[in-house]
Nanobody, 117 residues
Framework: QVQLVESGGGLVQPGGSLRLSCAAS????????MGWFRQAPGKQRELVAV???????NYADSVKGRFTIARDNAKNTVYLQMNSLEAEDTAVYYC???????????WGQGTQVTVSS
């Protein structure tokens, strides 16, 4: 059974930082591209950042220079370090895994991030 379990969300003031974690089980982590998506109320889910199985990364323009994605294949975990948070970053953040060679993908249950003073 595949599980992606996110943690680290919460309430933070503008300008603050949070680190999200996503622990994966039931998949061969090293051959999956791992990503973070987010969905704000009334908006579509959007890609935030992705780290490929080869370690290359890609970010949404809105988070470049503020967010950093990283993976630890030994721990089957992907992280999202979020700095200089803004109110517009408020959303439910979802962990995503996509098999690098097959049409298989998985989602976590989501973790709420709220940026407010």
């Amino acid at each position: 059974q595949v599980q992606l379990v996110e943690s680290g969300g919460g309430l933070v003031q503008p300008g603050g930082s949070l680190r999200l974690s996503c622990a994966a089980s039931g998949i061969l982590f090293s051959i999956h591209h791992m990503g973070w998506f987010r969905q704000a109320p009334g908006k579509q889910r959007e890609l935030v950042a992705v780290v490929a199985n080869d370690g290359s990364t890609n970010y949404a323009d809105s988070v470049k220079g503020r967010f950093t994605i990283a993976r630890d294949n030994a721990k089957n975990t992907v992280y999202l370090q979020m700095n200089s948070l803004e109110a517009e970053d408020t959303a439910v953040y979802y962990c995503h895994a996509k098999h690098a060679l097959a049409s298989l993908e998985y989602w976590g249950q989501g973790t709420q991030v709220t940026v407010s003073s």
